[in-house]
């Protein structure tokens, strides 16, 4: 809904982050705060305007819905896996309309960065949740791509990055 609304507006959204592995996998992960990339540029305020339209309101730095229990966050105009530019999402029927996001496997790399980066044992869980639950739509060699664009160069990144890709791969044999 909040998608398509924003379409209407001139606004091309990507869900991004935690939600969207819910969008691929909804049984394993259910992210509250629903962060949005507006890949065709817009201002904060344009995003806002779109939104109270729908009577979601400004709440800090997302928006609330009084009838949800899911807010809505402004990220960026251009997704990133690290300082890796994602250009190529997938869209994926819901029962509120289409919806834009990243390919499963750029998603589950988003998570192994949050485990890598800011030691979120809780991200590694959901990837290794993710894996399992849909493991029949994952591609190795995309997921081993994905996880290639992890920063290593600091301490402790590259032996973080090797652990979570071990753990990920048994999981796809």
């Known amino acids: 809904m909040v998608c398509g609304h924003l379409r209407v507006h001139g606004m091309e959204a990507v869900v991004v982050g935690g939600s969207a592995i819910t969008i691929h ?90 485990f890598v980066h800011w030691s979120d044992g809780e991200s590694l869980a959901v990837a290794e949740r993710t894996v399992s639950a849909a493991c029949g739509k994952i591609k190795r060699e995309r997921l081993a791509a994905a996880l290639s664009m992890i920063d290593a160069d600091y301490p402790g990144a590259a032996q973080r990055i090797a652990f979570a890709r071990e753990r990920l791969m048994e999981k796809l044999t």
Do not use: C, M, W
């Open 25 to 114: 996998v909804p049984d394993v992960y259910t992210s509250y705060d629903i962060d949005l990339a507006v890949i065709n540029g817009t201002r904060r305020r344009a995003f806002q305007k779109a939104l109270e339209e729908i009577n979601f309101h400004a709440a800090d730095r997302s928006f609330a819905h009084p009838d949800t229990l899911y807010t809505v966050d402004f990220v960026a105009e251009t997704p990133y896996i690290d300082q890796h530019a994602i250009t190529e999402f997938v869209e994926i029927q819901t029962t509120l309309g289409n919806v834009r996001t990243y390919r499963l496997e750029d998603a589950l790399a988003d998570r192994i960065a949050a």
